[in-house]
């Protein structure tokens, strides 16, 4: 079974700073994809960014950012140039990738509460 | 347009119950699923399914059962609802199976839905 482990229950940054949260997983897979998603006080969960782990390059979404280890098993997200719509739930998740069509379940870690301050 | 749909947004309802919560994609994805989301925030999925293969978590209790008329919905269906079951629940969709494509496998959320068990 797959575990996620995300160390910081709560972060905050100023407005326009940049900021990093950490994502550690366990598994004994060796394709997957990992995932960023973003859950804001509207609830909506939103994705931020996907790497696929066969990828060396870290994956890039305009201000957002991954630093990928996969020998560390570490997937963190960076946060350039922090906006206050970026105050939300973090959340890394963890994907088998399954050759059967039903198995591609996500695994989450248990967030960040990132808040970004003016 | 919506993606991923969910109804109703909020319930509330009495111990013993049962109730269901319908969800609708028009993504034209072939898999779909519910996770549950606890009072600390933690996600975990509770049901994998298309119209192949339908994948349980064990730890949900089988008065829990999904029901899907068609490819484009998965509806939860819950008895005797037991206040524990107060959560916020969400259903989610992919195109699944094996792709190297950059949205493959990526799964997109409806906006939840708010139980509470009275």
């Known amino acids: 079974a797959q575990t996620v482990t995300q160390s910081q229950p709560e972060m905050s940054v100023q407005e326009a700073e940049t900021v990093t949260l950490s994502c550690t997983y366990d598994t004994s897979e060796n394709n997957y994809y990992l995932f960023w998603y973003k859950q804001p006080p509207s609830r909506q969960m939103i994705l931020v960014i996907r790497q696929e782990a066969y990828k060396q390059q870290n994956a890039t979404e305009n201000r957002f950012s991954v630093n990928f280890q996969k020998a560390a098993k570490s997937f963190s997200l960076k946060i350039s140039d922090s906006q206050l719509g970026d105050t939300a739930m973090y959340f890394c998740a963890f994907m088998k990738h399954e050759s059967h069509n039903a198995g591609n379940m996500l695994t989450f870690g248990g967030g960040t509460r990132l808040m970004v301050k003016p | 347009d919506t993606a991923v749909s969910q109804t109703p947004k909020y319930l509330v309802t009495q111990m013993g119950n049962d109730k269901s919560i319908k969800c609708e994609q028009n993504?034209?994805?072939?898999?779909m699923y519910w996770y549950k989301q606890d009072s600390k925030k933690f996600l975990k999925i509770m049901f994998s399914?298309?119209?192949?293969?339908?994948?349980i978590n064990e730890t949900v209790p089988n008065r829990f059962s999904p029901k899907s008329p068609d490819k484009a919905h998965l509806n939860l269906h819950i008895n005797s609802l037991e206040l524990g079951d107060s959560a916020v629940y969400f259903c989610?969709?992919?195109?699944?199976?094996?792709?190297?494509?950059?949205?493959?496998?990526?799964?997109?959320f409806g906006p939840g839905t708010r139980l509470l068990v009275l």
């Open positions: 399914y298309n119209n192949k293969e339908l994948i």
């Open positions: 993504l034209g994805h072939d898999t």
């Open positions: 989610a969709s992919s195109q699944a199976g094996l792709g190297m494509g950059r949205f493959f496998g990526t799964q997109y």
